[in-house]
Every structure is written in C-alpha cells, then in structure tokens.
C-alpha cells in the first residue's frame, strides 16, 4: 500500500465551484505539505504543517484554503476555483531529517 | 533573487552510458539537497540524499556530489538504463527556512536504446 495517498487523482471542475483535494499518508509523520506543478516549472509550495495545530502559508497560497483534520490527514480546498489553477497538485509528508515524501498526484483542470 | 536551478533542462544519453544532471544553488545556508526522479504520470520519489558536511554520497547506481564552494550539486547514474528516463530534480533545505525544501525546474532525462 501506498504511504501517501491522494483522492480523487483527476478531477475537472468549472469556474467558481468549491473543490477538495485530500491527502492521507500512513508514515507517521507530522510534518504535511502541499505543492502545485506546472508544465516547465518546479514544485511550488502552497501550505504546509508541521503539526495538527499549526498552519503556515507556502509561496502560493493565495485562492486556497487548508485543514489539518489528524496527523494523517491534511485537506487543500479551493474555495472559488479559476482556470489558472489547472495545474498536478502534490502532497508530500516530511520527516524530521526534513527529507520529504511525495504522494502520487491529483490532476486538477478547471473549465 | 535565490533559487535553486538546473544547467540544462534536457539530456539525452545511450543504454549503458553514464548520466550526469547537474544544479546549480545559491544560498549559502543551504545545508541539505536531495534529488528527486519524477516518471510521466507520478510524483517525485527520491533518490538520494546528502548533507552539507559530506561531499559525496553513493547509492545504487547513483552518486550526489556537493562542491560548496561553487554551490553545484551534481547527480551521476552509471550505466543509464531506458527506466530511468524521467525528470530529475534538485531540492535544497535552507537553513533558514526550517522544513521546507526549495526545487528546481528538473532536467528530462531520455535514454536511447
């Protein structure tokens, strides 16, 4: 079984709709990230957590939302979705020796 | 501004060559770097790691070197095969910045039989 999961893996929404990408992940640890890809362009970071409690914003955080539900859990939402948000989201988990572990990906396209 | 990139964004190699991906940083706080390979349709797994106090780290078929003092970071695989064809990415740990990692835009890599 897969450490990191993430549901759904392709979703295709319309302007304006709320969506939920969900991320859960069996490592154990409490560290949880999520990140946007673009074709031509690194990871880019949206939101991260370093614990149930805790919530810190990424270099693009603007047009997302995030929960920390349990350690397992973390939950990126796009309140509003718009076009330029089509992109491959990634959740990642991180460790205290900071190396980080990706999930397999959701691909978001938004109409 | 700071950034973490990559000299050349494709590379192509024969089976059974060596394979070398290189990235460039430049923060000088920087003390940790990992590389990630990343298959069509996946997400980045990694592949290796090294630290800052160490200059080279090997893994199976695969070799980080660090240079510190030109801030490179360089991934050799040897005897390339076509399963390693994906993209390679850098990423580094800045000290200032506590848990969270800083990517480059990746180097596709295709091997030819």
């Known amino acids: 079984d897969a450490d990191v999961t993430q549901t759904p893996r392709n979703r295709i929404t319309k302007t304006g709709k709320r969506i939920m990408l969900e991320c859960s992940q069996t490592k154990g640890h409490d560290r949880m990230y999520w990140y946007r890809q673009d074709p031509g362009l690194g990871l880019r970071l949206i939101y991260y957590s370093f614990d149930v409690k805790d919530i810190n914003k990424g270099e693009i955080s603007d047009g997302y939302s995030v929960s920390r539900q349990a350690q397992a859990k973390f939950s990126l939402s796009l309140e509003s979705a718009i076009p330029n948000q089509t992109a491959l989201y990634f959740c990642?988990?991180?460790?205290?020796?900071?190396?980080?572990?990706f999930g397999p990906g959701t691909r978001l396209t938004v109409l | 501004g700071e950034s973490v990139g990559l000299h050349l964004p494709t590379l192509s190699v024969q089976e059974g060559d060596n394979s070398i991906i290189n990235c460039a940083y430049s923060?000088?706080?920087?003390?940790?770097f990992i590389w990630y390979k990343q298959e069509s349709g996946k997400g980045p797994q990694f592949i290796i790691d090294i630290r800052s106090n160490m200059d080279k780290r090997q893994g199976q078929r695969v070799t980080v070197l660090l240079n510190k003092t030109v801030k490179h970071l360089s991934l050799q695989i040897a005897a390339t095969q076509p399963g390693d064809s994906a993209v390679y990415f850098c990423a580094e740990h800045r000290g200032s910045t506590l848990g969270r990692l800083y990517f480059g835009r990746g180097t596709q890599l295709t091997v030819w039989p």
């Open positions: 990642a988990t991180g460790s205290s020796t900071d190396t980080q572990y």
């Open positions: 923060n000088s706080a920087s003390d940790y």
